[in-house]
């Protein structure tokens, strides 16, 4: 059985860095009646990073699906998409979670879990230039400032500062 196309749109957002932050997503997926249907997310977090901001919405986007997809995902995060079309993340795994300069990685959590939600999907990572006009880009963007900028914002519990 053939898997659905979905196309991934994330973006992340932080005040500050470390402050308030949130993310964006828009995904879409056209049926068997070329019909395309088109759900946008968001959620902000009181004490967060940029960084962690756009890796959670990967992650969050991929545990959305129900099922195994053929994905297009599109971030404006080269800290996102070099770390895994660059290889880094499979040099990270290997050295134990250290960089070559001995330290730990930075939000090994979300990697993990980034490692576990990508699993049982076929993932192809394209970076975009934010804030470049790119319609779903800046529609990410926009969810997620506004997410950041709610009132009653949730805890993101792996952030060490």
């Known amino acids: 059985m053939e898997k659905p196309l979905v196309d991934i749109y994330t973006d992340g957002a932080c005040a500050n860095n470390p402050g308030k932050g949130g993310y964006g997503i828009v995904m879409m997926y056209k049926d068997k009646n070329n019909t395309i249907h088109q759900k946008e997310f968001s959620k902000g977090f009181e004490y967060t990073t940029n960084n962690r901001m756009e890796l959670m919405a990967v992650i969050d986007a991929l545990n959305i699906l129900k099922k195994p997809c053929k994905i297009k995902l599109y971030s404006d995060s080269k800290y996102v998409i070099d770390a895994i079309n660059q290889k880094w993340l499979d040099g990270w795994v290997e050295k134990n979670w250290k960089l070559n300069s001995k330290n730990p990685v930075k939000n ?41 900028n709610k009132e009653n914002l949730e805890t993101d519990s792996g952030f060490i500062d």
Not at 117 to 132: L, M, R, T
Request: with cysteine; glycine share 2%.
């Open 108 to 148: 090994i959590d979300l990697w993990e879990k980034f490692l576990t939600a990508q699993k049982n999907h076929e993932i192809e990572f394209i970076w975009v230039k934010g804030h470049n006009s790119n319609k779903y880009n800046e529609i990410c963007d926009k969810l997620a400032v506004c997410a950041r």
